[in-house]
């Protein structure tokens, strides 16, 4: 039985869901270093690309539309899901 590390947890979740961001792997995998674990997984030989992805914010300019921030998302293989 292989031990439930980060790295085998993150490897499941791009199995089953195709890309994770930051914010996910805080609240579903407990993983606050996310960057580094792709970074191990790459190493082993795994494919993991990451693409920037712009979202909204909270908060909205002075004319009332949203502000825009980038995020990463990491996508596992050749395939995506995106989740919303």
């Known amino acids: 039985m292989a031990r439930d590390t980060h790295k085998t947890r993150l ?5 089953d869901y195709g890309s994770i961001t930051s914010l996910d ?6 993983n ?3 960057s580094a674990t792709v970074f191990a997984l790459k190493n082993e030989g795994h494919t993991i690309t990451s693409e920037d992805e712009k979202v909204p914010t909270r908060w909205l ?3 009332g539309t ?7 998302k990491y996508v596992f293989g050749d395939f ?3 989740r919303r």
């Open 61 to 63: 300019k002075k004319d």
């Open 80 to 82: 995506q899901v995106y």
């Open 11 to 15: 490897l499941q979740y791009l199995k």
């Open 66 to 72: 949203p502000k825009y921030t980038t995020i990463t």
């Open 32 to 34: 606050t270093r996310l």
């Open 25 to 30: 792997a805080i609240r579903n995998l407990g």
